[in-house]
């Protein structure tokens, strides 16, 4: 596609609901990342795959949040147990192989209520 | 991991250049000052990045120190639509590559 694909745009979740939440990087991108952003606050580094490859899960805040990319494409999101403390957009985005500049979705705005 | 500090907000008028600082001052050796921005409800934007030359493209320029402890963000002539938060970054190599840590970035507003 031509950018980074966050689905869906908005999500309103019960406290306690598990969610799933979706990116389709950039075709070609092997580097993909997720952020989470408060309101107000710059992104927050959640994890980060070099294809199918998780190397870095420092910023997920509690083992509730997990993320995969079985395939090395597409990446999923999951928040088990969603507390309202959770509500944030999620950030994904893609870097290409030359490793420069990374590509952003739109985010997906989550509430808990 | 080196930080970045920028000022919380800025104002430019329309049509003026838009100068945005950044102060890095433990930024080692071997890593980039990174800006993007982002304008409300879109994720961030690359800007421009560099390592200690100064670097022009179509949508900015950036001016690094010679010590490299500080940079400057410059829009030549800034419009309506560069209303939006301004995030320096340098880019750190975390587990198995590199990341982008944001800070809390500048929100520059352009009045007409």
Not at chain 1, 83 to 94: F, H, K, M, N, T
Request: with cysteine; glycine share 8%; charged share 20%.
């Amino acid at each position: 596609g031509a950018g980074v694909s966050q689905s869906p745009r908005y999500k309103v979740a019960k406290r306690g609901q598990d969610v799933a939440l979706r990116c389709d990087p950039i075709s070609g991108h092997v580097s993909l990342f997720w952020y989470q952003q408060a309101l107000g606050q710059g992104p927050e580094f959640l994890t980060y795959f070099q294809n199918e490859a998780q190397l870095d899960k420092s910023g997920l805040p509690s083992d509730r949040f997990f993320a995969e990319r079985p395939e090395g494409s597409v990446s999923t999101l999951k928040i088990q147990r969603t507390q309202q403390e959770d509500s944030a957009v999620y950030l994904c985005a893609s870097r290409d192989p030359s490793n420069t500049e990374a590509f952003f979705g739109q985010g997906t705005r989550l509430t808990v209520v | 991991d080196a930080k970045t500090t920028q000022p919380p907000s800025m104002d430019c008028a329309e049509g003026r250049a838009a100068n945005l600082p950044c102060n890095h001052s433990t930024i080692s050796g071997n890593e980039y000052v990174y800006w993007y921005r982002q304008i409300h409800s879109q994720g961030p934007q690359y800007i421009i990045h560099g390592l200690k030359n100064n670097e022009t493209n179509e949508m900015a320029s950036l001016i690094i120190t010679e010590d490299r402890k500080s940079s400057t963000l410059i829009l030549p002539h800034a419009t309506l639509r560069d209303t939006a938060v301004y995030y320096c970054i340098v880019r750190v190599r975390g587990t198995g590559g590199f990341k982008t840590i944001f800070g809390a970035g500048t929100r520059l507003f352009v009045k007409a």
